[in-house]
Nanobody, 112 residues
């Protein structure tokens, strides 16, 4: 059974940076799967933020392009999301997704 655990969230001022991590465990050919980061702000639908394919190609939501960077370490079964130039509208719970498995999320709050 696959599990994922997110970490790295917190409170940051506008313009600041945070690095989120997603650690996977269990029986999984981690390197074969697309890994995705989603976020959900209060009162809004969950939205796709970034994804990284098995070969390393990446895709980003328009709202985070040029500010966020997704990366993966297949040997460690980990995916990171480097978030720079954070804005108040980035405030949300961020979730890692692998196949049909979701973590519990990590809260990111951008506020002065």
């Amino acid at each position: 059974q696959v599990q994922v655990v997110e970490s790295g969230g917190g409170l940051v001022q506008p313009g600041g940076s945070l690095r989120l991590s997603c650690a996977a465990s269990g029986t999984i050919f981690f390197g074969l799967h697309v890994i995705r980061w989603y976020r959900q702000a209060p009162g809004k639908q969950r939205e796709l933020v970034a994804s990284i394919a098995s070969g390393g190609s990446t895709d980003y939501a328009d709202s985070v392009k040029g500010r966020f960077i997704i990366s993966r370490d297949n040997a460690k079964k980990m995916v990171s999301l480097q978030m720079n130039s954070l804005k108040p509208e980035d405030t949300a719970v961020y979730y890692c997704n692998i196949i049909t498995t979701w973590g519990q999320g990590t809260q990111v709050t951008v506020s002065s």
